[in-house]
């Protein structure tokens, strides 16, 4: 039997609870899970950015995970994102007509992440926003937040949410209009331009 001096941190082999996890790439990635909006929508619009971490590198093993109404604003109630045969159990890929509003993005090796979705609509008092919930390594529990979509500056600034925000990192939580139905937001865990991550109660 092999005898470990435990008494230098150099000479005992790294167990399980020494990673950095957990590690979301292994299951939760599907084929298309970006493709929220129906195919051929003419309404599609493409939310795309990158995860940083807390030295502004980009996380190329994040999960982004999107929820969203549809334009009327509407929580869709319809199944459809992850259909599986029940019979060989082999994924079906999302049925091309139902809009979930749900979609999981896995970034790429750059950190990059993109959802082709509809714009959502505006509910109650709120300016319209997707919800959004990060995983990543050395996250143990997931963070969440918005991406609101600029446009309406007035519903904006009556949002309930952003108006407990403070004014200098509004902008964290809002997404940059890259035109053509294009909007960039980066989400930054840590460090320099934080993003505002939300705790629900």
């Avoid at 435990?6 to 979301?24: C, D, I, K, M």
Wanted: glycine share 14%; charged share 20%.
């Amino acid at each position: 039997m092999t005898k470990i001096d435990t008494s230098r941190p150099e000479t005992v082999l790294p167990t399980p609870s020494h990673t950095v996890g957990p590690f979301y790439g292994h299951a939760l990635p599907f084929p298309g899970g970006g493709d929220i909006a129906p195919v051929g929508h003419p309404d599609t619009i493409t939310v795309q950015g990158y995860v940083y971490d807390g030295e502004g590198n980009p996380l190329p093993d994040a999960f982004v995970e999107l929820w969203g109404a549809d334009p009327d604003g509407n929580i869709p109630q319809v199944d459809g994102s992850i259909r599986r045969d029940p019979s060989s159990g082999g994924y079906l890929g999302r049925n091309g007509v139902e809009f979930t509003g749900w979609g999981r993005i896995q970034t790429d090796a750059n950190g990059h992440w993109y959802a082709r979705t509809l714009r959502p609509g505006a509910r109650g008092r709120s300016a319209p926003y997707l919800s959004v919930c990060v995983f990543a390594r050395g996250l143990l529990v997931h963070l969440f937040t918005r991406i609101y979509l600029p446009g309406d500056e007035a519903a904006l600034a009556a949002d309930p949410v952003l108006s407990q925000v403070p004014e200098a990192r509004r902008g964290t939580l809002i997404a940059k209009d890259d035109g053509k139905g294009t909007y960039r937001f980066d989400i930054r865990l840590q460090g320099e331009g934080e993003t505002v991550f939300l705790e629900f109660q």
